[in-house]
């Protein structure tokens, strides 16, 4: 089984709207395909209505949290997602987005650069609007290269030029409201260092001892060492270790299936998960 456990869609900041993602991952030989986009769920009623035979959908979302002024994100898979607490928290972060990226776009006004909120509303679409929205307006306008190439202490990046704050939750209530509904918790990219400040091992030996049930080690913005000292961490920590895409169609270059998670961490996500069930295409495979 090949099993991608991290993409985007229209929903939040992909290119690829739910259908067409979950049409993408049967063509790149996927199972199994996780929808994680940023604090909403908005996208998964669209995936499972297009979800070709043989590939099981998992639904998630990646939440936005910050701890000791580093900001992180923290993948949530198969939790219920009516759970009360859990969904008006994810509104107060989607709620905060948009006056969030209009500070962005008055900061980099003020910098010098034309950039427009009207053009970064129709790069956004219907999507929850975020830095990926203004960065593509950045690369749009001329002013960086790629999207990755925004994310920087110049413009972009936490406490860059014009970075601005938003409603983040703290990753230790991020773990709970999960558990509460029934999720799963796995820290993405915990290591990315090129966007910035990193959580420190010792906070994630507390978010381990708090509940959190992985990390995703292979990611594009892990190197080889980087994985291998991961992996080593997760097994002092007892944590599963995920492999993900991180996939958000045009707007990066890396392709669905890029990095994939092996099927028995898979199963054990799956059985540790009691908010929802994994949604099988017409003859999909069942999980482990």
Do not use: N
Request: glycine residues 10%; hydrophobic residues 40%.
């Amino acid at each position: 089984m090949r099993i991608d456990l991290h993409t985007h869609s229209t929903a939040s900041d992909g290119t690829d709207t739910p259908a067409e993602l979950v049409l993408g991952a049967a063509a790149a030989g996927l199972d199994v395909v996780a929808l994680t986009d940023h604090d909403t769920v908005r996208g998964h009623a669209g995936a499972a209505a297009a979800l070709p035979e043989g590939l099981t959908l998992v639904t998630g979302a990646e939440l936005s949290c910050r701890v000791d002024g580093v900001g992180l994100h923290m993948l949530a898979y198969l939790f219920d997602p009516d759970e009360p607490e859990f969904a008006r928290e994810r509104e107060l972060v989607r709620d905060d987005r948009v006056p969030r990226a209009r500070t962005m776009v008055r900061k980099l006004q003020e910098l010098g650069v034309p950039v427009t909120w009207e053009q970064v509303a129709r790069i956004a679409g219907d999507g929850s609007v975020g830095r990926p929205h203004v960065a593509t307006a950045l690369v749009e306008l001329g002013v960086v290269p790629t999207v990755s190439d925004a994310f920087t202490p110049d413009w972009l990046g936490d406490g860059g030029r014009a970075y601005a704050e938003k409603h983040e939750l703290d990753p230790f209530d991020a773990i709970r409201l999960v558990k509460a509904a029934g999720g799963v918790t796995v820290f993405a990219h915990p290591a990315a260092v090129k966007r910035g400040r990193t959580v420190p091992e010792a906070r994630i030996a507390e978010l381990a001892a708090a509940g959190l049930d992985g990390i995703e080690v292979d990611h594009m913005d892990h190197d080889e060492p980087t994985r291998t000292r991961l992996r080593a961490l997760a097994r002092e920590l007892g944590l599963l270790t995920t492999g993900s895409s991180d996939y958000h169609g045009s707007r990066k270059t890396v392709e669905l299936g890029a990095y994939t998670t092996d099927p028995e961490i898979y199963g054990e996500i799956t059985r540790r998960a009691t908010g929802a069930f994994p949604v099988p295409g017409a003859g999909g495979p069942a999980p482990a």
